[in-house]
């Protein structure tokens, strides 16, 4: 039998929020960046690249919204001079069974940015709140 990738679509998102689903999660991303050294006596003319601190780029996470649900909006109100809450978040890439393949673990989440919905009156599409989060550290684990 072919193997094949696992598609995108089927995942679930620990955030220490409510339970409401996400359609969209986005900002996977780390990025190792690049030091450039040269001292004066070396016989190259060129450059010694070298790995230097790590980055991790903003997570976005997008949902429905739902009534009675402000759950965002809360978590952004927690943001005083120099404090917030932070979060720990699980995305976990689930296969048919809904067990978790790959596992994206997000450490000391807080959030940056909220979005709510473009409104307008001749739209056909469900409402679409994002919030995106800033982070100190990103780690994947395959089971």
Known sequence: MAEYPLPVFHFKVDWGGTKI????????NIEAQMIEYRDGASPEYTMRKMPGLVKYGNITLKRGIFKNDNDYYKWLNTIKMNTVERRD???SL??????????WKVKNAFPVKI???GLKASGN???IESIEVAHEGLTIETT
Request: aromatic residues 4%; proline residues 7%; glycine residues 8%.
């Open 21 to 28: 689903e996400f359609s969209e999660v986005s900002g996977l």
């Open 89 to 91: 978040i699980t995305i």
């Open 94 to 103: 689930l296969d048919e069974e809904h067990n978790p393949v790959m596992v």
């Open 115 to 117: 979005e709510g919905p």
């Open 125 to 127: 599409e469900v409402a």
